[in-house]
């Protein structure tokens, strides 16, 4: 089952402006606490998407494989 | 009984639509209304230019009804609400519209009160006014530290704070600033272009030209007294001039008719431009909540699919399978400065392979600037 989240991107094809900055874009305008989800199919999202919730001070709850594509979720912390 | 088409918005979506529809239907076979609130198309590539000196503004704005088909009837009201129950738009001035299919092309807004002091701290080439500001900034510079971030996201064309990026050293190298100006570029991303392939082009060109890059920028705040900006991640920067994006959403109408989601963007289907939960409504262009470039190409190639479907409503077939799906198709070029560009094209399904900047895809972005009016509003080539 996959963990349920506040807001769900589906960011699968997206290669401008790309699935980190749809994440980006969600945690702005999301609450602190909320769990947001984005899917992407672009293997540079493994490492983008860690290392910015790293920076920026957010968890990464979760980096579950599907076929064909990667569900990440995170926690804004603050 | 003829059927009324309503399409809110005459950029490059809007336009592109009425016109397209307006061949394809029969004589008669529907009305077409376009509506849009100031009744001029506005061609944006060209505020990047205005900002740097190198075009002059009066070739960026013509009269909508010059451009749109004259089966079409130009309404220039502002909407200012829209009953998806009644099937109604509500104009400010001149009453309401009835419509049996709706095209939502209502574009961006830029949201400065989003960030305090944005406007009196900061420039930006976001609109016409603001980018003739700027070029009046510009011409008092007389050097400093010069930083170019994004302000907030999703924002419109992913590609024009990097070209402006290269445009702005060409143009100090040009007054002999250069030597006393240091260029900060701030990307949002950890590299220096969303799109890694692209990046890798632009990152060494930052580097020969000496544009310093900073990444995981993601600008918060300004602070107008202290000449500083802090970002998302929690850094602080210093400036002189500071050219930033400023924050977008969605169409107030977008909005107030609850059709919008968070930042007033359109939900849509992403093939179909359906807007979810509502019927015989579409959007296209900026206004949607798509994962794509906002940009006019990407609406270029959008207004096809919306003509497809609503043709084939308004006269009672199946839409044809093929052309009635978006693919995600964008194209857009990518100035690097001293006469070279490159051109990213890519879809759902097929990510760019830009090629080395060179003069051939300068010179090609130049033609179609010349040649947006002729073509682009026309549909021709799609
Ligand atoms: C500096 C800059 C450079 C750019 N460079 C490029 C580029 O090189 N290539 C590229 O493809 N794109 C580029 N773009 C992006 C491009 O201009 C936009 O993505 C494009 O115009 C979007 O088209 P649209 O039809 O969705 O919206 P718009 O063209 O913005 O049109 C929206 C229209 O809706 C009208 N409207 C809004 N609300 C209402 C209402 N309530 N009632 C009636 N009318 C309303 C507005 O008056 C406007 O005419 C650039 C943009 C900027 C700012």
């Known amino acids: 089952m996959p963990l349920p989240v506040q807001r769900e991107i589906d960011a699968r094809g997206s290669f401008c402006p790309g699935p980190l900055m749809e994440l ?7 609450e602190v606490g909320d769990l947001i989800a984005v899917l992407s199919k672009d ?5 983008d998407i860690p290392a910015w919730l790293k920076k920026a001070g957010h968890d990464l709850v979760a980096m579950e494989d599907e076929v064909g594509y990667t569900r990440f979720v995170a926690r804004k912390v603050r | 009984m003829t059927k009324d088409v309503v399409i809110v918005g005459g950029g490059v979506g809007g336009l592109l639509t009425a016109n397209l529809l307006a061949r394809k239907l029969l004589p008669g076979g529907a009305r077409i209304h376009l509506v849009d609130a100031t009744g001029m198309h506005v061609y944006q590539p060209g505020f990047l230019y205005v900002a740097l000196g190198l075009a002059n503004a009066r070739w960026l704005a013509r009269d909508t009804r010059s451009l749109l088909d004259r089966r079409v009837e130009l309404v220039v009201d502002r909407v200012g609400g829209i009953d998806t129950e009644a099937s109604r738009v509500h104009l400010e001035v001149g009453g309401s519209l009835p419509y049996d299919q709706l095209v939502i092309a209502t574009g961006c807004t830029l949201d400065y009160d989003a960030i305090p002091h944005l406007r009196e701290a900061s420039y930006t080439f976001y609109s016409l006014p603001d980018a003739q500001r700027l070029r009046e900034a510009l011409r008092n510079f007389r050097g400093g530290t010069l930083v170019i971030g994004v302000a907030g996201l999703p924002y419109k064309c992913p590609p024009a704070p990097v070209e402006f990026a290269f445009l702005v050293d060409e143009f100090l190298r040009r007054r002999g600033l250069r030597d006393r100006t240091a260029i900060r570029f701030l990307s949002p991303l950890n590299r220096a272009f969303t799109i890694e392939s692209a990046s890798k082009l632009v990152a060494p060109i930052f580097a020969k030209r000496g544009i310093e890059l900073d990444t995981f920028v993601n600008v918060e705040s300004v602070d107008p007294e202290r000449h500083e900006l802090s970002s998302l991640e929690g850094e602080t920067f210093k400036f002189d001039l500071a050219v930033l994006v400023p ?6 109408v977008a909005i107030t008719s609850g059709l919008a989601g968070p930042g007033g963007w359109l939900g ?19 206004a949607t909540d798509l994962p794509i470039s906002k940009s006019g190409s990407t609406a270029h190639f959008e207004a096809p699919v919306v003509t497809e479907e609503i043709a084939a409503a308004i006269e009672g077939r199946s839409p044809d399978q093929v052309r009635s799906r978006y693919g995600g198709k964008v194209v857009c070029f990518l100035e690097t400065g001293r006469r070279q560009a490159t051109i990213l094209s890519f879809d759902y399904d097929h990510p760019p392979v830009p090629p080395r900047p060179s003069l051939l895809w300068h010179a090609a972005k130049w033609a179609f600037n010349r040649a947006y009016w002729y073509t682009v509003p026309q549909g021709r080539g799609v």
């Open chain 2, 247 to 252: 924050p977008h959403k969605g169409a107030d």
């Open chain 2, 268 to 286: 849509v289907d992403r093939h179909t431009l359906r807007v979810t939960g509502a019927e015989n409504v579409y959007a296209l262009g900026d």
């Open chain 1, 24 to 30: 980006i874009r969600a945690v702005r305008g999301s």
């Open chain 1, 43 to 47: 293997p540079g999202s493994r490492t």
